[in-house]
C-alpha cells in the first residue's frame, strides 16, 4: 500500500476530475459506497472459486461474530446499494462510483494491495446499444486524457447456461491434457476452468491452442447481441479486437466483455476492464435485470496519463511577498480579498517569514508568473507592487482596491499554465 505524493496528487486529481466530468456528460449520477460489506456480498457476486476470493481478500470477523471484507471491487456494492435503496426496476439508471479497493496480492511493478478505481454501471437497459455507447465514453476518457496505444478487447460470453455447456467442453479437453499442466492449473480445471484461459504461462497457452472455443457454444440471441454490438463500434469508428480467450476473472460476467491493454506499461497492462453482467442482480437476492459496467484502474490509468506527456501541475499565478512591520496581516488580507475576487487565481503567501530575498527566492521555486509585493511602504501607501518574475516587463506598484481588475485583465491574456515550480524561466 502506497502514499501518493506532491505533485503526484495533482495529477490525479486532474484525471479523477476529467474522468467524473465524462460521468456526468453521458447522464451518470455518483454513488459513494462503504469500503466494508458482508463477506457473501462479494463470495455471491465474485465467485467462491476465484482467486479474489479464495486467495486475495482482506476479510476479519467483526465483534459480532459477522463476517466483513474491505471491497476487492465496485460492482458487487453497487449492486447491493441499488437494490437496498430501491434504485432498480424502473428507467435505466447509469451510476458511477470511485475510492479504494483492497486485495492481497503479490506485490509487483503495476499492482498494489490498496488501489484505486473508478467505474461505471448501467441497470436496465439490455440491448448492444449500451454496450457499444459505454465502450464508446470509455473510448473518449482516453482521447481527452491524450492516453495513446491502448488495443480494446472484446469477447462475448454468452449466457449461464451457454457458459456451462462451454464450461463442460473445456474440461473434457482439458483432462485430456492434465499431464501436460502444471500442478495449480490442474487444480483450477476442477475449480473454476474458465480461468485457465487467461493464464500468463506459454506453457498452458499452447495446450489452449487447441482447446474450444466459447463462441462455438453461443446461440443464436447470444450470436446476434455480438454481432449487433461490433457493428455498432464499427459505425462509431472504434478498433477492436476478437479475443476468444478473453473471460475476464470473476464469476458474474456474461455476453459483451472488454479490456483496454497498453503495451508500455509490462505485465499489467490492463487500464480498463468490464461487460456485462445480467445475472447479477439475481445472484445478490434480486428479480433478474440486466447490467453492464467497467472499471478504470487509477494507477495504470495515471501512469498512462503521465506516459502520454501529461502537463505538470499548474503553478501559481501569484506569490506574496510580505516583510516588515505590520505587513503580515497585510499580505494576508490582500490575498483573501484577492481569493473572494477572483475565485480562478492560484496565490501562495509567503509562510515563514524571511528576507524580501528569501521571498523572492521562494517566489521563483514556486513557478508563480507574478510577485506581489506587501511591504512597509506598501501598506502606508496602500498598493501593491507587481513583479513579474518570467517576463521582462517593469514592476508596477498597483492601488490595492485597483488590484483584483488588473490581475483579471492580466489573467485574460495569458495563455497556459508555466508548470510545476521551477519550470517556467
Known sequence: MHDILPPDTTLWSRVETMVSGIF??????????PLLEKTDVFTRAIGAATDVVEKEM??????????????????????????QHGLLYGSPM?????????????????????????????FGADGPDVDAELIAMGERIFSELGVRGLRLEINSLGTRSERASYREALVDFLEA????????????????????LDSKQESVQAVLAEAPLLTDCLGDESRQHFEETRS??????????????????????????FEWISGDLGAQGTVCAGGRYNDLVELQGGKPWPGIGFALG???????VRLGGAPAPDAPHAYVVMAGEGCLAY??????HLRDELPDLRIICNAGAGSFKAQFRRADRSGARLALVAGESEREADTVVVKHLRDDVPQAAIARRELGSWLRAWLEKQGPPAGGAGRAR
Open 24 to 33: 456526468a456528460r453521458y447522464g451518470y449520477e455518483e454513488l459513494r459506497i
Open 58 to 83: 482482506y476479510s476479519f470477523e467483526d465483534r459480532n461474530g459477522e463476517l466483513l471484507s474491505l471491497r476487492p471491487e465496485g460492482t458487487a456494492g453497487v449492486v447491493r446499494a441499488a437494490l
Open 94 to 122: 447509469r451510476l458511477w462510483y470511485g475510492g479504494a479497493m483492497f486485495r492481497y496480492e503479490r506485490p509487483q511493478k503495476g499492482r498494489s494491495r490498496q488501489f484505486h478505481q473508478m467505474g461505471a454501471e448501467v
Open 177 to 196: 491434457h492434465l499431464a501436460e499442466l502444471d500442478a495449480e492449473t490442474r487444480t483450477r480445471v476442477q475449480r473454476n476452468p474458465l480461468r485457465v
Open 232 to 257: 455498432l463500434l464499427d459505425s462509431l469508428g472504434i478498433d477492436y479486437v476478437i479475443n476468444p480467450r478473453l473471460v475476464r476473472g470473476l464469476d458474474y460476467y456474461s455476453h459483451t466483455v
Open 298 to 304: 487509477l494507477e495504470r490509468l495515471v501512469e498512462s
Open 331 to 336: 499580505g494576508l488580507q490582500v490575498a483573501e
